[in-house]
């Protein structure tokens, strides 16, 4: 996956993110994404649609020498998970620190290539869960199994999409 999106559902959402990445010197959210022409704009664009999102925002980690994109975040992931000397990740800070917002409901969705006709993986998950779903070294990833010769083939073609709210204490 080489982008991350933040879908969010009203401006009061948007400016409570705004200031949550300010308070992160390696981050930047970029709402004016549409000049980078990425290979997953109509996916993004239905997604905007069909979950009635005020806009859509990517993440990536501010300074970069690389093309826009949201993969030295998620790289971070990968190395933490392998290696667990490695600094926490951005990304985990981040999403820990998204709880404290008191933001209702979001959008969160990783995906490289993304059309109208693509399938997605959405899943459905609290604030407090979003830290514990990316710490895998396979989060991107869906594993199949063939049973004749006991082989594993994993797949990242489909987008992951997170339909994030608020977790509700009983």
């Not at 820990?96 to 998950?125: G, H, M, P, V």
Request: net charge negative.
């Amino acid at each position: 996956m080489d982008i991350i999106f933040i879908g969010v559902y009203n401006s009061k959402q948007k400016d409570k993110l705004d200031h949550l990445v300010s308070n992160f010197n390696s981050l930047e959210l970029v709402w004016d994404f549409q000049n980078y022409k990425l290979e997953s704009e109509e996916g993004i664009s239905l997604l905007e649609e069909k979950f009635n999102l005020e806009t859509i925002g990517i993440l990536i980690k501010k300074d970069e020498k690389k093309p826009f994109s949201s993969y030295p975040l998620i790289s971070e992931i990968t190395d933490f998970v392998i290696n667990q000397e490695v600094e926490k990740p951005i990304l985990m800070n981040f999403f820990e620190a998204l709880k404290s917002l008191n933001i209702d409901k979001l959008i969160i969705a990783f995906a490289n290539e993304w059309d109208r006709e693509s399938l997605i993986r959405l899943e459905n998950t609290h604030f407090n869960e979003i830290t514990n779903r990316i710490n895998n070294l396979y989060v991107w990833c869906d594993c199949y199994v063939n049973l004749e010769n006991n082989s594993e083939i994993r797949i990242d073609y489909y987008p992951l999409v997170l339909d994030v709210k608020e977790t509700r204490s009983l």
